[in-house]
């Protein structure tokens, strides 16, 4: 038969080479677990016995089948691979004491790097102002125009950015324009001056008096003077902030995968410590934006590494609630940060006070360990095993516990050599790096259009009084960001990780396709008498797209960081939350870059961000659902991490993907029909033995 045939020639046959899955005798590492390998070959003989599979490795077995003994030699136990199955148990899960403790101890600098992330807020915020000597009467005329625009607070690096567009940008009240041309598809118009007598001579001055509205006495833009032709400065600092982050994830989560994740977390809080008190002392504006650089650059280090020790730390049933809490802890930073403000009175006891509590986790040095799945992945099995010794003594656990063998195995380990892995070997992979770039697209996406639907919602703080107000404005942002981490909860339970981003990417698609078309529409119809149509009705419908493409586009940025945490292998998992992290800074780098260009080309930048909406809703059904399943730890692992169905397959139903161990028989069968033999009876087209 076609098939006793190909099991001779592969077994010793003359001009044949081995198997594609078998290279010099060994099998790539972690081959093992994603697909059974053969047990044996048919003899010389040609006998036509069937492939037997190998029994499943055990802890207490003595020896090892003879056809296998290179491979066992390339690649560790299976039991030691298989962390949430094996060790993660022996260790007692989430329920022991200790791994307790290390969550809650990644939940509390949530709080310190909320109060940084939206700092920006209060620091660079583009306050009024007018002549020295004027009186406060030339702002309530109206001097106060400057033809600027403020981009907003920096986002939250572990969820969307969700703070607020200054309303001060927009001018006093009574000078802005009744039209809504963002929200009817034309560039909106700047303040307008009272005259240009009024404006020149406002420039003209050498001194000024500032209105802060952030609770303030003075702040970065009051202290240098960063208006009229120094207005653009002001962007510039806050394109440095982000920038150090864009860099920051990219650098330190590559080299967070090849030294550990402790290391770089804890150089990150000295250097952060470093740069974030030294910005208080800055002497001009030039040095601020060059220390709030390396400021950035560190912070990003701090949040990556304890998202992933997060991640690392929990079973797959908790992984998502867990991350939603730091997101909530962080949102508390956001919510509380007026406060410390108007507390502080001062931009440089602000900053100094936002930076001080990360001394408290030097401490971590001490009593923070390693990622013990990270040292497990990259077999350094022998800092493992004290780490595991270390976790038993502080849950009290008897070693002897071990029913599995853990310990045993771990053991028989020791003499291997680490393997480590970079992010840029993912670039040989055929599934890996089609799920990490759509995570990317995903993420720029969703982190750069909630710029839009923000800055549109603001457009009509004229005609909506409670948005006048900097705080009414600063916390109805913040509170839809809670509504949609709330909503995340409730989505994700049901619909999975993959259903809910499909969801939310759907919502932010059609909020900003009707913001971009039917409010135009909308607009010609206002303008004929008969219709019946105000441009009240017209700005109602613009300020309900906003709010609910805020709600979706937050949902969407948060929920692609996390996604790409789950099916990212955890030798590589830094990197890759780095490369998805870092597109959604140049994603949110599009809105200081457009303010800088005095808003040209904002229609155009909402538009590509509105097609890109489309093209996430198709390449999210290419991404696998991560729910409930065991995180891989090699890039062998994150290859076979293929997608399922949206919907589950009915009873009977033959699926259309084939498994690994099927893709290995089609191959063979292939094989043997070049060679211009019929099918046995008993195969199928897929590969499959009929029943």
Request: hydrophobic letters at 45%.
């Amino acid at each position: 038969m076609a098939i006793d045939r190909r099991r001779e020639a592969a077994g010793g046959g003359p001009g044949r080479q081995p198997p594609p899955a078998e290279e010099n005798g060994s099998l790539p590492p972690g081959d093992a677990a994603a697909s059974a390998p053969l047990g044996g070959r048919a003899g010389p003989s040609g006998g036509g016995g069937e492939i037997q599979p190998l029994p499943a490795p055990h802890p207490a077995a003595g020896g090892q089948h003879p056809g296998c003994s290179s491979a066992a030699a390339a690649a560790p136990s299976l039991l030691l691979l298989d962390y949430d199955g094996s060790v993660l148990p022996f260790l007692g899960g989430l329920g022991g004491g200790y791994q307790k403790t290390l969550v809650l101890l990644t939940w509390i600098p949530a709080l310190f790097i909320g109060f940084s992330q939206f700092s920006d807020s209060f620091l660079l915020d583009q306050p009024n102002f007018w002549c020295r000597g004027a009186g406060k009467g030339a702002e309530l005329a109206g001097v106060t125009a400057t033809g600027r625009w403020d981009s907003g607070d920096v986002a939250n690096w572990t969820s969307p950015p969700t703070t607020p567009f200054s309303t001060a940008s927009w001018g006093a009240a009574g000078n802005l324009s009744n039209s809504s041309g963002a929200d009817g598809g034309d560039t909106p118009p700047l303040p307008s001056p009272p005259d240009k007598g009024d404006n020149a001579s406002n420039c003209d001055c050498h001194a000024w008096d500032y209105g802060i509205r952030t609770g303030l006495v003075q702040n970065v833009v009051s202290k240098w003077d960063l208006v009229c032709d120094n207005a653009w400065k002001v962007h510039i600092a806050k394109f440095s902030l982000l920038v150090g982050l864009i860099f920051g994830y990219l650098i330190t989560g590559c080299i967070a995968d090849w030294v550990g994740r402790r290391p770089v977390l804890l150089f990150s809080i000295i250097f952060i410590l470093i740069f974030g008190l030294t910005v208080a002392l800055s002497v001009n504006v030039t040095m601020f934006s060059t220390l709030r650089f390396f400021e950035g650059f560190c912070l990003a280090g701090i949040i990556l590494t304890l998202y992933a020790l997060r991640i690392e730390l929990c079973p797959p049933g908790k992984r998502f609630m867990i991350t939603m809490v730091a997101s909530f802890v962080a949102m508390a930073g956001q919510f509380l940060m007026p406060g410390l403000a108007a507390l502080c009175r001062d931009w440089q006891v602000l900053q100094a006070l936002i930076i001080c509590p990360f001394l408290l986790m030097l401490l971590y040095w001490s009593i923070f360990p390693e990622s013990l799945r990270w040292l497990m992945a990259t077999q350094q099995f022998e800092s493992a095993k004290k780490l595991i010794l270390h976790f038993t003594q502080k849950n009290c656990m008897n070693p002897e516990s071990d029913i599995k063998g853990v310990m045993a195995e771990l053991e028989k380990e020791l003499s291997r050599r680490p393997k480590k892995v970079c992010i840029v070997k993912v670039v040989g992979t055929r599934n890996l790096w089609k799920n990490i770039v759509v995570l990317c697209v995903n993420s720029l996406t969703g982190y750069g259009i909630h710029h839009c639907f923000a800055r549109s919602m603001m457009g009509h703080e004229v005609k909506v009084p409670l948005l006048e107000n900097f705080y009414a404005d600063y916390y109805t942002v913040a509170s839809i960001a809670l509504a949609s981490c709330l909503a995340m909860c409730v989505v994700v339970r049901f619909l999975g990780r993959r259903g809910g981003l499909l969801l939310f990417m759907i919502l932010t698609a059609l909020a900003s396709l009707l913001q971009l078309g039917l409010l135009n529409l909308i607009g010609k119809y206002s303008q004929h008498p008969d219709s019946g149509m105000s441009d009240s009705v017209k700005d109602k419908f613009s300020i309900t797209f906003s709010i609910v493409g805020m709600f979706a586009s937050h949902a969407v940025g948060s929920l692609s960081v996390f996604f790409c945490a789950e099916i990212t292998p955890t030798v590589i998992r830094c990197g890759g939350l780095g490369l998805v992290l870092a597109s959604a800074g140049f994603g949110m780098l599009t809105a200081p870059i457009i303010d800088l260009h005095n808003q040209k080309g904002y229609f155009l930048h909402h538009i590509i961000f509105a097609c890109c909406t489309l093209i996430c809703i198709i390449c999210i059904l290419l991404l696998p659902e991560s729910r409930n399943q065991s995180l891989p730890e090699n890039i062998s692992n994150g290859e076979h991490y293929t997608r399922q169905p949206l919907l589950p397959h009915k009873k009977g139903e033959q699926p259309l993907l084939l498994t690994n161990a099927e893709l290995k028989d089609y191959s063979g069968l292939h094989d043997a029909a070049t060679a211009g033999d019929g099918l046995p009876e008993n195969a199928t087209a897929n590969g499959m033995k009929s029943m």
